[in-house]
C-alpha cells in the first residue's frame, strides 16, 4: 500500500487514534473488513529488567475494532518482539507494550470497550445488537460491558458528590427459584434533580429488600460518603427507615408523598369495598352506587367535569352507610390539597391538621381511616419534613419505569449481576465517565 493511500485510510478508519497505522486490507466472505497494521510506537523495555531490547520479529494479534461504515472491522496487529541482551534477565524475547491500543490479552482495541459502553448506556441499544455491529458473540461484548462497568461504576468516582438519596424496592424478575432474591433495594441520587443541575442517576441496586440490606450496603460507603448524605427520601417500610436512623443518624428522612397519598388511596378503596359489602351484600357490579365512583373517589377535586361532580355527590349521599366513604374521601382529599399548596410553609400547616385530626378518637365505622391515621401519626416528622426539604421519591419511580423497559429489551434477565451492572449503565448517568475512558 503507498503512503498516500495508508494515509488516506488512515484518515478514514482513524487507526491513528490506536497508535497504528494501515499496511493491507480485505473483506471477507462473511462481509467483515480485515486491516492488516503496524504498531507507530510500542513500549520495546523488557518487562524483566527495563532494559530496552533489540528488534528480532513481530507477531500477529488479532482485534475487533468500531465498525466502519456499519460493517465489523477486525485488526491484524503486527506486534513487534524484542531480544533482551541482560546476561543476568530471566526473559530473553517479549512482546512490545501496545497497552494503548488494546490491555493484555484483550479481544478488542481499548476504544472499542468505550463504544461498547457508548452504545449500552447512551444509546440504549441491548447487547445483541452491538455484537451484531462488531460480529462478535453476545457472551463476549456482554463480559466485556459487565467488566467495563464494574471498574467505572465501583471504582470511577460513581458516588462522589450525593447529599440526596432515594430508597425504594424494584421487583427485577417474575419467576420463581433461580436463587436469587425477586425483589432489589433501589439506590438513587436526587442531588441533580433538587439542586437543578440535571436528572437523577442509578447509584446502584443490592439483591433483597431488608433493613439489613441497606445497613450493610452503608456499612461498605466510606465515612465521608456517609457524611455527606443530609435527606433521605423513602416509601412507608419501615425497614429502610430504621437502616438509615442507625446508620445516617445527622441524615433526615422523607416519607415519599407519593407512597403517604398512596396509602391513603388504598384506605379510602377498603372502605369503599367494606361498604359495598354492608349495603349491597356483594363485590362491585355495574350500576351499584359506590361502585360507579371508583375511580372518581381518585381524582382530584379540581379535576372533575361538572358531570362527575353530580355524580359522585348523588352516590355518596344515597345511604347513610356511604358517610364512612365520603369521610374517607375528603381526608384523601386533604392530604393531597396539602402537598398541592403552593406555599409549602401553609401546606405543612394543613398537612399537619390533616394528621392531628386522624390519629385518634375518630367515631366508630371508620375503622380504615383510623389505621390510616395511626399509620401515618407514627411517621409525622417524615411526613412533614417533605415540606421543609422538597425531596422526593418521584425521580426514583421513574427511574424504576426505564429499568422495567430495560428489562422488556433483554426479554427478562437471570443473573442479577449482570442485571444490576446494566441497570447501572442504563440509568446511571455515566455517559461523562465513559467518554472520558
Known amino acids: 500500500m503507498s503512503e498516500l493511500t495508508a494515509d488516506v485510510a488512515d484518515t478514514i478508519c482513524r487507526t491513528v487514534e490506536l497508535g497504528v497505522t494501515i499496511t493491507g486490507a480485505a473483506v471477507d466472505a462473511r462481509g467483515r473488513t480485515h486491516l492488516w497494521c503496524r504498531v507507530l510506537q510500542a513500549d ?23 465498525p466502519i461504515s456499519g460493517h465489523p472491522v477486525v485488526l491484524h496487529v503486527a506486534v513487534p518482539r524484542f531480544v533482551c541482551r541482560t546476561s543476568d534477565c530471566p526473559r530473553t524475547i517479549f512482546r512490545g507494550g501496545i497497552d494503548h491500543v488494546a490491555a493484555p490479552r484483550a479481544v478488542v482495541t481499548a ?31 456482554n463480559a ?16 462522589d458528590g450525593v447529599r440526596h438519596l432515594g430508597v425504594d424496592e424494584h421487583k ?24 437543578g443541575t440535571g436528572p437523577a442517576r442509578l447509584l446502584d441496586m443490592i439483591g433483597g429488600r431488608s433493613a439489613q440490606v441497606l445497613k450493610d450496603w452503608m456499612n461498605t460507603r466510606d465515612q465521608r460518603f456517609r457524611d455527606r448524605i443530609t435527606v433521605v427520601a423513602m416509601d412507608g417500610f419501615t425497614g429502610y427507615k430504621t437502616a438509615t436512623s442507625q446508620e445516617l443518624p445527622a441524615a433526615r428522612v422523607v416519607m415519599d408523598p407519593f407512597h403517604v397519598v398512596a396509602l391513603a388511596g388504598n384506605k379510602l378503596d377498603l ?12 363485590r362491585g357490579r355495574a350500576g351499584d352506587p359506590l361502585y360507579t365512583i371508583r375511580r372518581i373517589l381518585h381524582t382530584r377535586t379540581g379535576l372533575l367535569t361538572a358531570k362527575q361532580k353530580i355524580r359522585l355527590y348523588e352516590s355518596l349521599t344515597s345511604h347513610d352507610a356511604h358517610v364512612a366513604v365520603e369521610i374517607t374521601y375528603q381526608v384523601y382529599q386533604q392530604l393531597i390539597a396539602a402537598y398541592q399548596h403552593p406555599q409549602r410553609r401553609e ?16 367515631p366508630a365505622g371508620l375503622a380504615e381511616l383510623a389505621q390510616l391515621g395511626r399509620s401515618l401519626w407514627k411517621r409525622r416528622a417524615d411526613i412533614l419534613a417533605y415540606f421543609d426539604t422538597g425531596v422526593s421519591n418521584g425521580p426514583v419511580e421513574a427511574i424504576n419505569g426505564r429499568l422495567e423497559h430495560l428489562r422488556g429489551i433483554a426479554q427478562g434477565f437471570r443473573n442479577l449481576d449482570h442485571y444490576i451492572l446494566r441497570s447501572l449503565l442504563h440509568s446511571g448517568q455515566l455517559a461523562e465517565h465513559i467518554n472520558a475512558l
Open 44 to 66: 520495546r523495555h523488557c518487562p524483566g529488567c527495563q532494559i530496552a531490547g533489540d528488534l528480532r520479529d513481530h507477531a500477529d494479534r488479532v482485534l475487533t475494532d468500531v
Open 144 to 159: 466485556i460491558a459487565v467488566s467495563a462497568a464494574r471498574a467505572l461504576v465501583y471504582d470511577g468516582g460513581h458516588l
Open 172 to 195: 427485577w424478575k417474575h419467576v420463581r427459584g433461580q436463587g436469587d432474591p425477586s425483589f432489589v433495594t433501589v439506590l438513587i441520587d436526587l442531588t441533580p434533580v433538587v439542586e
Open 347 to 362: 401546606g405543612k400547616k394543613l398537612m399537619w391538621k390533616v394528621l392531628k385530626r386522624i390519629q385518634t378518637g375518630l
Open 111 to 141: 476504544r472499542t470497550t468505550r463504544w461498547i459502553l457508548q452504545r449500552i448506556a447512551i444509546d440504549k441499544m441491548s447487547v445483541k445488537a452491538v455484537a451484531t455491529a462488531l460480529g462478535l458473540a453476545w457472551k463476549t461484548v
Open 271 to 282: 372502605c369503599r369495598q367494606r361498604v359495598q359489602q354492608q349495603t349491597c351484600g356483594h
